[in-house]
Structures are given as structure tokens and as C-alpha cells.
């Protein structure tokens, strides 16, 4: 009786030990619980804040947009009364930063740059022949004065700037405009291979406009004799040296495809190519 008594109490102590564990158990995972469900909520905080904040900046950007109308309008007018084969349009620009490695919660609570722009579009003598020029809202506003102006000495004396000169007030001299971007997956430089491709061109807002050749060939310390290609991807700690050379460009908005030139980002640096 008495082995049987302690075989009894000690099957009760391991099950009262085995509930203190599940019952500890529980209690870590419910902890967790807490503290994921408290991170979430300072997430959604500060993600609703960054919406209302974005909310804001475009009913700003809108009121700024029912202010510029008219004088778009007056714009299209006096250049169809002088006679000048150009429009004005506007253009809202929402710019989104350039991540990586970041999730989808984190990405939406990036800052959207917005901005409003005047597209002025020239034709050329045939009617396919076109080009667009983005001027910001104050630049446009600016030149709105000296559009009067020249629509004031039209209507007096009949005289009207040479178009494409310094005084005419519905050209600006040419500056860069970004296309768009393309991404160059580098996991070939893990074994020290080379890597060619195409690569779509994507404006801001997705859509392909065009193609560029790559090339990315990892090499020695001369930057000219190629690297030796490594079976197992052992390059931790050791010093990588490439030659990044952007080949040929295909496909690009026959507007926008006069004096190219490229910028791309390496090791958190921005470069840019000869034009």
C-alpha cells in the first residue's frame, strides 16, 4: 500500500507540474498576443495618421489646382489668339520614395511627395509631332505675366516673339525629366557572375516606357579583368569591384528621348552617366 501511495502522489505531482507548465505556457502566449496586438495598434495609429496627413496634402494640392484652372484656361486662349500651335494642362505628380527591404505596412507609411505641374505641349508642323514640357505651378504663374504681356504687343502692334527664343514666354530651355526607372537584380554578384539584361522602364505610375540594356560584370581590382566566378556564394566580408555599363535604350517616348542620360544608385550613392 505504502509503494502504491507514492506511486499515486507522484503521478499527481507530474500532472500538477505538467498543468504549471501548460498553464505558463498559455500565459507566454497570451503575453505575446498582448504585445502584437499592441504593436499593431501603434501601427494603425501611425499609419492612419500618415493617411490623414496624405488626405490633407491632396485636398491641399486640389484647392490649388481650382485656383490654377482659370489661368490654364486664359493661357490656352491668348496662345490660340496669337496663333501658337501650344496647350496648357495640368498634372498631379505623386512621387513615392525609393525602399528596400521594408513590408507593405511600412512602404504605405512612407512620405508621398505631391505635386501639381502645368504640362505645356508643343506641336510640331505635323500634328504627331509633339512634345511636353512640365513647368511646377509657380514657375507657370510666373510666366503668366510675361503671357499677357506678349498678348498685349500682339494685339497692339501685331508683333509676336520669335518662338523658341529667350523672350518667347511659352518656351523654356530643355532640363531633365525623369523617364522613369528600372531595377537590376544583383544575385549574380553573389557568385561573381555577369549579368546582362533588358529592362522595362517604369514611370511613377507603372506604365513601361521603354527599354535599357545592362550589363553589371563583376571584375579585379583593375575594374577591366573579369572576376573568377565562385561556385559557392562566399562573398562575406571580402571587397566586391564591378563595372556597371548601360548599354543600349529602346522604346523611349519619342518626346522625351533627346540627350539621355542615367542615374542609378550603388551602395547608397546616386551616380549618373555622360549624356
Known amino acids: 500500500r505504502k509503494g502504491l501511495l507514492e506511486n499515486l502522489r ?3 505531482g507530474e500532472a500538477h507540474r505538467q498543468r504549471e507548465q501548460e498553464l505558463a505556457r498559455k500565459e507566454e502566449e497570451l503575453e505575446a498576443i498582448k504585445q502584437r496586438a499592441a504593436k499593431l495598434e501603434q501601427l494603425q495609429g501611425g499609419l492612419d495618421a ?3 496627413a496624405f488626405r490633407q496634402e491632396l485636398e491641399n494640392t486640389e484647392a490649388d489646382l481650382r485656383t490654377l484652372m482659370p489661368q490654364i484656361h486664359e493661357a490656352n486662349v491668348i496662345a490660340d489668339a496669337m496663333g501658337r500651335k501650344v496647350s496648357f494642362a495640368p498634372r498631379v505628380s505623386i512621387e513615392v520614395p525609393e525602399t528596400a527591404g521594408l513590408s507593405p505596412a511600412q512602404e504605405l507609411m512612407l512620405h ?3 505635386t501639381l505641374q502645368v504640362v505645356l505641349t508643343t506641336v510640331g508642323q505635323e500634328d504627331r509631332q509633339r512634345k511636353e514640357t512640365f513647368w511646377t505651378s509657380s514657375e507657370f504663374l510666373d510666366r503668366m505675366l510675361a503671357i499677357r504681356d506678349a498678348h ?3 494685339l497692339k502692334l501685331n508683333e509676336s516673339p520669335e518662338p523658341g527664343s529667350e523672350a518667347d514666354p511659352f518656351f523654356m530651355p530643355p532640363r531633365p525629366l525623369l523617364i522613369g ?4 537584380a544583383l544575385a549574380p554578384l553573389t557568385h561573381r557572375l555577369r549579368a546582362q539584361h533588358w529592362l522595362t522602364v517604369l514611370d511613377p505610375l507603372g506604365v513601361p516606357r521603354g527599354e535599357v540594356l545592362c550589363a553589371l560584370q563583376p571584375t579585379e581590382e583593375d575594374f577591366v579583368s573579369p572576376a573568377a566566378p565562385l561556385l559557392e556564394p562566399a562573398l562575406a566580408g571580402l571587397p566586391l569591384n564591378l563595372v556597371l555599363r548601360i548599354q543600349q535604350a529602346r522604346n523611349l517616348p519619342d518626346d522625351q528621348n533627346t540627350n539621355i542620360f ?3 544608385t550603388l551602395d547608397m550613392e546616386e551616380r549618373q ?3
Open 152 to 154: 498685349y504687343t500682339y
Open 50 to 52: 500618415h493617411v490623414e
Open 273 to 275: 552617366t555622360e549624356v
Open 181 to 184: 526607372r528600372a531595377y537590376l
Open 262 to 264: 542615367c542615374k542609378y
Open 112 to 114: 508621398k511627395e505631391v
Open 10 to 12: 507522484a503521478e499527481e
